[in-house]
């Protein structure tokens, strides 16, 4: 099942064998302003659905979409590694930074099916 943030509830993260978590890149904020309707701000609505619930021996992937060119390249995929660390899930391969996704989409899904060759379940 492909689901966005937004509309993701905690049964949607343990109901399966693999949960595949990833973002565009978004904007690094200080303090607690965020911007509606941005990608991230579904993220961070998403943590506060989940609260302090963990995940332990819940598997996860993640990725990652970007452009190398960008101060923070895939720093989004960065910032879900840590969110991974704070449930208490296990990251299952490496997690996939994808650059130039929508110039390059024949090599990028290439890479994408390598990647997902390399998931172990």
Known sequence: ???????TVLEDL?????TIIGSCSWD?????ERFHGQLQQ???ELQNRIGTKKFLGQKFAI????DSTYTHFC??????????QNWQGTQVGQTL???SYFFE?????????AWVRTLKI
Request: glycine share 14%.
């Open 42 to 44: 579904h993220w961070f």
């Open 28 to 32: 690094r904020f200080e303090g607690k």
């Open 75 to 84: 720093g989004a995929a960065d910032e879900l590694e840590s969110l991974l």
């Open 105 to 113: 989409p024949e090599r990028c899904e290439r890479e994408i099916q």
């Open 63 to 66: 990725f990652g979409v970007g």
């Open 1 to 7: 099942m492909i689901q966005g943030a937004l509309e």
């Open 97 to 99: 930074r994808l650059d």
């Open 14 to 18: 343990t109901g399966s064998d693999l």
